[in-house]
């Protein structure tokens, strides 16, 4: 056995401190393959099975328009929609399979599922305007395929909606003349006015409605004013005190009217009034939000010592350890197996989720991403998104390599189809293993000490919501742990903060600049996990800690009653929300019907509320007035349901439309039915799904400004395995060390043997000379050469990043779930 010295290396002092936390050994040649986000690696590695998951291909897309277009021909669709009296295909994609169909594909060698798409066509029904939902197929498309209203996966019967804000191009224009028929009293209180000719005028003024006040009978809005234009990313920053209310209830927007206007906290029942009020001796004005460098992201001004050197990141130089069929986008990693796909509005999700050949979820993914604010203007104090409306999966845009991901990371595209058009997001998703600063386990012995390193598998992908970005992290861990992580970021939705005491705006934040205030919300995103824990029939139980007096044999006669503590299990028997319990005093536990493990104990996962900012939230509101029944999944922070194939969603972007009478209303999927099985009587087959929540509560301060930080707004959710193995699964895969101080008394727990020759699982350290201090022994794989790493490694070239534009919604409705038209209309 030759040993090798370690190369010494020179290391400049940048250089040094940027690989610090990480490789202190810097090999000179070989075995490194270049860290290249982009470079297509050879397809070596297969899924088993068909991704029946995947969205449509361009050119299954342009099939389905054809089609349609012979199938609907009496509604004289139109390819580039112009004007709101236009019908037209808005979205075309892939209509997941039945889980039914999909099972039987995958564990009982049945046929593939027939594929499916389905189309939300904008059409008017009695002249008015709606989206209407069409499922077509199967597919590849045949004279035996056909169109059909999609209405199975709606608990209300229908496939349409109406579209309040169909006009939308109307809608903008008629604020943008609010704003020039006040322009005299912008310019005076506000020193702008707005710019038709730029609406993305940095000087100029926005008029923007609040999106979200779709009442019964009627239909009003309130419109604010911003600074600057569309264009700018600080404008939820910048948003001014004057606000208009709008009639309109008028089916045609030649009817709407301009009522109220509001101003530091008075109201005007017309123009004139306010007009006239100016005027007066004792009108009080309140400063304008002006824009400076405080909205900035970069500081140029200052630094402080140590930011000339960059800092430490995190690099691969063997390659990775997952496997990746970029084809079908299927991943393997230590035991872990899954498929990932994605939709227009839920952005990510995985399939067919296996831990070492079992097993644990049939799907994963987000459903509805909301937030809803509070406050005491007529903006904030009815503001709430559904941001599925403007498309997690639309807006999942292209990552910044080295930077949202590690410089070594793969990158996947993703594509969606709306109006004709194909739209690429070019290396939206990325995948690597993580190696962080703490160890998945260790211990400390008389004569030795064991450390084993923590890595996990991430899949991230970044939604950016107009003002708000969101990064979704699947994160697997080596011992079969599951956690979903989301992180938000960007600019906040700010409130004017009027400088009068006659306001209550402290009770919705706090103030953060001359004349803005945060406003308080709440982030609730509604995410479906279909466990299928070692099969398909599953029980949930609650194991409750309970304190109790009780005696014991042995404690006599000392000892009459010992207070102690106790398991007593719950079984949860019927469909319910659950929150989670006061000092984490109940384990939710997802068990396996039927199967054991070799201690006899059910194979189980437990659900819980995991790292981040305190425990994930579900709304304060209590049947807030904006929502109605369109997102009542957002009152407990968990639900077991049966799963079923007429329920495959708890939300639909177009709930957003219909509050009251929502597509997809919860409280009909978590209707107490019963989760009893396996009994003569039940025809419930055991197959349970879980929703649940992340989010936060926000109440942002002077720290998000001028954007949120995402260790401050960090939530996750884990599954963690509970009895699932026989003991740790992850032994077999960590890599770790153990330093055997004195002697070879092997104090505890090693598996590895002293001997170097043929053992795998434990050797030598070969880069130490003849006089050895310790024993030094190692499971699993070490570096063990110096290696030199190119400038990529640690700074991609950003010159490679594709995309030119980025389609960031301006949160008015061209490009959301109301559709899309072109300019230059008549
Ligand atoms: C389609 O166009 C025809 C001919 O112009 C017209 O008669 C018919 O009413 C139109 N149908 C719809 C649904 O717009
Ligand atoms: C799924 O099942 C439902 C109910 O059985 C059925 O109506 C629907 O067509 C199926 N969907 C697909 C995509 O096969
Ligand atoms: C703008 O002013 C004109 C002229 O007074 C009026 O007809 C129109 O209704 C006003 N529009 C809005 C949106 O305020
Ligand atoms: C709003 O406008 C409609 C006509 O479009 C009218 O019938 C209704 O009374 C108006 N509502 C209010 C509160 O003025
Ligand atoms: C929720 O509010 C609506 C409208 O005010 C009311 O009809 C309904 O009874 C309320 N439901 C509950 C559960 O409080
Ligand atoms: C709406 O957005 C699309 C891009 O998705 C753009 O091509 C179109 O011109 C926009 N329409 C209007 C009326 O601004
Ligand atoms: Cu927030």
Redesign the pocket.
């Known amino acids: 056995m030759e040993w090798r010295a370690k190369p010494l290396i020179t290391l400049t002092a940048a250089c040094f401190f940027a690989v610090l936390i990480l490789l202190l050994i810097f090999p000179f040649d070989g075995g490194f393959s270049t860290p290249n986000y982009q470079s297509q690696k050879k397809q070596s590695f297969v899924a088993p099975k068909t991704n029946i998951w995947a969205d449509l291909t361009e050119s299954e897309a342009s099939d389905i328009y054809d089609f349609l277009y012979k199938d609907l021909t009496y509604l004289n669709l139109t390819k580039h929609p112009k004007s709101n009296r236009d019908n037209f295909i808005f979205i075309v994609e892939a ?4 889980k ?2 999909a099972v039987s594909y995958l564990y009982d060698a049945g046929p593939a ?4 798409a389905k189309a939300a066509v904008a059409q008017h029904i009695h002249n008015e305007p709606y989206m209407v939902y069409y ?1 077509v ?2 597919l590849p498309l045949s004279p035996e395929s056909r169109t ?1 209203p999609l ?2 996966v709606f608990n209300s019967g229908r496939n349409y909606v109406k579209n309040p804000v169909q006009d939308f191009v109307a809608i903008s224009e008629f604020g943008l003349t609010i704003a020039e028929n006040i322009s005299d009293i912008t310019q005076d209180l506000l020193g702008a006015v707005a710019n038709r000719e730029n609406p993305d005028d940095p000087l100029g003024l926005i008029c923007w409605p609040r999106g979200s006040r779709i009442e019964r009978g009627g239909f009003s809005l309130w419109f604010q004013l911003y600074k600057p234009g569309l264009g700018s990313g600080a404008r939820t920053l910048l948003p001014q005190g004057i606000y208009a209310k709008v009639n309109a209830s008028d089916a045609n927007i030649d009817g709407w009217t301009v009522g109220q206007f509001y101003y530091n906290g008075v109201i005007y029942d017309t123009e004139e009034d306010f007009r006239a009020a100016l005027s007066e001796p004792d009108f009080v004005r309140t400063p304008p939000n002006v824009d400076g460098p405080w909205s900035d992201t970069e500081d140029f001004e200052s630094s402080p010592p140590g930011r000339e050197l960059p800092p430490p990141v995190s690099v691969q130089p063997y390659g990775p350890r997952y496997r990746l069929d970029r084809e079908q986008q299927y991943v393997s990693w230590f035991g872990f197996e899954f498929y990932i796909t994605t939709a227009q509005a839920t952005g990510l999700a995985l399939f067919d989720i296996r831990f070492k050949g079992e097993r644990v979820m049939y799907e994963l993914g987000l459903q509805e991403a909301m937030a809803h604010y509070a406050g005491d203007d007529p903006m904030q104090g009815g503001l709430e998104f559904m941001d599925s409306f403007f498309g997690m999966g639309k807006t999942m845009f292209e990552l910044v390599p080295g930077y949202d991901c590690p410089a070594y990371a793969d990158y996947l595209d993703t594509r969606f189809h709306q109006a004709h058009k194909t739209h690429e997001l070019p290396n939206s998703i990325c995948v690597f293993e993580h190696t962080p600063d703490y160890l998945l386990s260790r211990h400390t012995a008389q004569y030795s000490v064991t450390a084993s390193r923590n890595t996990y598998l991430i899949v991230r992908a970044v939604s950016t919501v107009g003002n708000y970005d969101y990064t979704f992290d699947y994160v697997f861990y080596m011992d079969g742990t599951l956690e979903i992580k989301v992180r938000a970021s960007g600019f906040i939705f700010a409130a004017f903060y009027a400088r009068n005491s006659n306001k209550n705006e402290n009770e919705y934040g706090h103030r953060i600049h001359d004349a803005l205030a945060s406003s308080m919300h709440d982030h609730v995103l509604n995410f479906k996990a279909d466990l299928d824990v070692a099969g398909p029939t599953n029980d949930m139980v609650r194991l409750a800690l309970e304190p109790i007096t009780t005696t014991y044999p042995w404690d006599k006669p000392e000892v009459k009653d010992r207070n102690t503590m106790h398991l007593v299990e719950h079984a949860v028997t019927e469909e319910a929300g659950l929150d989670w319990p006061k000092n984490s005093g109940e384990f939710y536990l997802v068990y396996s019907a039927d199967q054991k493990n070799a201690w006899g104990e059910r194979k189980g996962y437990r659900i819980t509320s995991g790292t981040g900012m305190g425990s994930t939230p579900h709304l304060t509101i209590l049947n807030s007035t904006t929502l109605g029944d369109s997102a009542r999944w957002a009152e407990h922070d968990i639900w077991i349901l049966q799963r079923k ?2 329920e495959p969603r708890s939300a639909d972007p177009l709930n957003y439309f219909a509050p009251h009478d929502p597509l997809i209303d919860f409280t009909k999927m978590a209707n107490h039915e019963s989760l009893k099985h396996g009994e003569a009587d039940s025809p419930y087959d055991g197959d349970l799904v879980v929703y649940f929540n992340l989010g936060a509560h926000h109440v942002p301060h002077s720290g998000d400004v001028p954007n949120t930080l995402q260790h401050t707004s960090a939530s996750s959710v884990m599954f963690v395995p509970h009895n699932f193995n026989d003991r740790d699964p992850s032994r077999e895969s960590v890599q770790g060390v153990r330093l055997q101080l004195k002697g070879t008394k092997n104090s505890g727990g090693f598996a590895g043997e002293t001997s170097i020759n043929g053992d795998l699982r434990s050797r030598l350290d070969r880069r130490v000379g003849a006089q050895k201090l310790h024993d030094i022994k190692y499971f699993g794989s070490t570096y063990e050469q110096g290696m030199k790493l190119p400038l990529e490694a640690f700074e991609p070239d950003l010159e490679r990043y594709r995309s030119s534009e980025h389609a960031v919604t301006d949160l008015s409705y061209n490009g959301s779930a109301a559709g899309v038209w072109m300019k230059g209309a008549e």
């Open positions: 209509l997941r399979p039945n039914t169909d599922p027939r594929r499916w499922m197929g199967p059909v209405e199975y194939d007429t």
